[in-house]
């Protein structure tokens, strides 16, 4: 690995390490619910935000655009916090009608400001290979305050607190990496683990399963020149199959020998 | 034979040495300042460019070699009026190479030495996706080739003093081929006046003014936005008493509004190269010119 392909992984790989932060430990509960599109509708209305904010003739710049995004994703994570206690058996599915909604009220209200059609792209389609360092200092204030909620209050954030850490969480990250890679750290370090019964346990085997991940995909991106957020994905699937299938397995097992020697 | 050996040899090292250390780093955001730098230096620049004619110039997914390359660039040369301001900004403070920022003299704005056509009276958002500084798609007419070509050499004189002449003489050559080149189109191009054409976007823009081609209609009546119901009902409307020549884009641009229209009236589906690479035929400035006049020609009637 040479100078010049540090500098290009560097950033991009402080920003995943941030993204997975938050999402590795929000993951585990989002998988727990079965909400698992949340990440998706959530993002879409924090874009919605934006293109309302800029409707409305706010010169939507660096705050302002925050702002606006947050607080939409706040409303939505009201709305749904909401419904989740209304009709809990059809969660899933009004998460997934709040996600084509808010995507197609995005469509509607282009027509009339094309412009914010820019901000809606530069807010869901974030690419983690064009992350500056001086962007991540912002997005790791926001995650430093949601981890330390989460840990703080997790056994009592049953409503409104953990939609509403999961509005700050994906708004954040999003915008650096792009929605596919916001996903793919949300759920797939989330499944990986999901036989694990210890909870520190099973954050701590996810932060892993994502940092070798994205660690794999960004050197692979390096040296075969392909876009980097859509081959940490796939390194990342591909991580989280070999510590199912290969490592946890044998982890367990020695765990186990282990036990039996004591017992 | 050790001799000739140790000359074979200082020659390989020679020509590693001007094929690297003296030859000046290009970055060309479009093709068609790839070829028009290929025309202007020659051997003399390392040209890499950021996107094939297979791609939309507004967007593009960042890769770590473009990086590299607009890293180690001494000179990057874009269109410009907004083209590539969705990723171009973003490319540049990644690169962190000064030599490159925007101000110095390598970096090139081609748009800033022609006349940009499509500037809109009025800065309504209502008007769709439009560029405050004009229509940039600049490359299709032959005089903006000539003026852009001009400047480029200026600044490759002053980036690389010590090929000036060398930079003057390629100029004056490519000037001499390009006008007699120009005076070739706009002959054939006589029986071309008044063509009838729809188009998806306004990427023709400039070729049309130069040629005489009369754009009707396009399929994105605000640019960058789908059409409406009632849109395409009042394009129907409006074609299918006189339906146009045929309908034009570039290999870029989503073919499904074009087939639509084609289907509905009639017309024909003309994808025409747009840009080097285009068409397997359009390897450079000259060919990508003839080849679209060609395919134009084949559709008249």
Known sequence: MNEFELSIIGPAFLASLLVLSTHVPLGTEVLRRGIIFIDLAIAQVAGLGVIAADTMGWEAEGWLVQIAAVSAALIAAYVLHWTDKRWPDIQEALIGVCFVLAATAGILMLTENPH???HLKELLVGQVLWVNVDQLLPVAIVNALVLIAWFWMRDHLRGFGFYALFAFAVTASVQLVGIYLVFACLIIPAISTRHISRR??????GYGVGIVGCLAGLILSVRGDLPAGA?????????????????WPMIRHKDHSAETNIG | MAGLMR???TLIVGLAATSTSSALDVFACEPEWGSLMQELA???AEITVATTAFQDPHRLQARPSLIAAARRADLIVCTGADLEV?????????AGNAKIQAGNPGNFVAAEYVRRIEIPATIDRAQGDIHPQGNPHIHLNPRNIERVADALTK????????????YQSQLDDFQERWSDATGDWEERAISLEGMRLASHHRSFSYMAAWLGLDIVATLEPKPGIPASGAQLAALLEQLTPNPPAGVIRTPYENEKPSQWLSARIDIAE??????????PDSVDLFSLYDETIRMLEEHIR
């Open chain 1, 231 to 247: 081959v940490i994905v796939w390194s990342l699937a591909m991580s989280a199959l070999i510590f199912a299938w290969l490592v």
């Open chain 1, 116 to 118: 914010g059609g820019e």
């Open chain 2, 7 to 9: 000359r074979v040899a």
């Open chain 2, 270 to 279: 003309i994808v025409l190269p747009f840009t080097i690479g285009g068409t």
């Open chain 2, 42 to 44: 020659g051997d003399k």
């Open chain 1, 200 to 205: 520190s346990i099973r954050i701590i085997c």
């Open chain 2, 86 to 94: 969705g990723w171009l900004p973003l490319l540049l403070r990644r």
């Open chain 2, 155 to 166: 600044r490759l004189q002053t980036i690389d003093p010590a090929n000036s002449a060398d």
